[in-house]
């Protein structure tokens, strides 16, 4: 995750109010608290990619061995991205060991698969999530001192994706359309006027 210049200076005084706390100007307050849903907003934006980028994974290697090289691409990128291979993957990745780069692919999913068993006996997460962050509900001074006490709001829920290519159902008051109205018949061309004199 990536910051801007104007981001980290927001993140810089928070920081400093932190280790000294004083109250803070309602414009700081706005700040911080802005730069924590951005933060929120990037978090869930990762976890809705990675779902993503998963059930793109599932999809081509079910479509294997017609999708090869996309499925070989994509699974690269999914452990560049902190992917740990399923066992499908592997079995997939055992089928088409002929390819030299779904070899390699194997050999460093299995390392992979070996490294995590290993961490896991050991009693160490193979991979680390961040613990959920805490909301962020005032800070001393700025906007919490002058307003009454209220109830903290409670978190949003995220909505469900649609699945890709499925429309969204058609309105119940209009009908639907006949063949005939969205594929309107061809005309046959009407001959030269030169061949129906001649006729």
């Known amino acids: 995750m990536a ?17 000294h706390p004083a109250p803070l100007p309602n414009e ?3 700040a911080c608290l ?9 978090v869930r934006e990762a976890g809705r990619l990675r779902a993503f980028l998963q059930a793109d994974l599932a999809r081509y290697r079910e479509a294997l061995p017609g999708s090869l090289t996309g499925y070989l691409e994509l699974l690269q990128d999914a452990l560049a991205a902190g992917y740990r291979p399923r066992p499908d993957d592997l079995a997939a990745l055992r089928a088409l060991r002929g390819n030299p780069v779904a070899a390699a692919l194997l050999d460093r999913c299995r390392r992979l698969v070996d490294r995590s068993a290993r961490a896991g006996l050991a009693g160490v997460p193979a991979v680390r999530t961040p613990a959920p962050r805490t909301r962020l509900l005032a800070l001393p001074g700025g906007r919490a001192a002058d307003e009454p006490a209220r109830e903290p709001r409670e978190p949003r829920k995220p909505q469900k994706p649609r699945g890709p290519g499925r429309p969204e159902r058609p309105e119940k008051d209009r009908p639907m359309p006949k063949p005939s109205e969205v594929f309107p018949p061809r005309r046959r061309p009407s001959p030269p006027p030169e061949e129906r004199a001649a006729g």
Do not use: Q, Y
Request: hydrophobic share 60%; glycine share 4%.
């Open 34 to 42: 802005a730069l924590a849903e951005s933060v929120d907003e990037a």
């Open 3 to 19: 910051f801007g210049a104007d981001e980290l200076s927001v993140l810089r005084r928070a920081l400093a109010v932190a280790l």
């Open 28 to 30: 700081d307050v706005r």
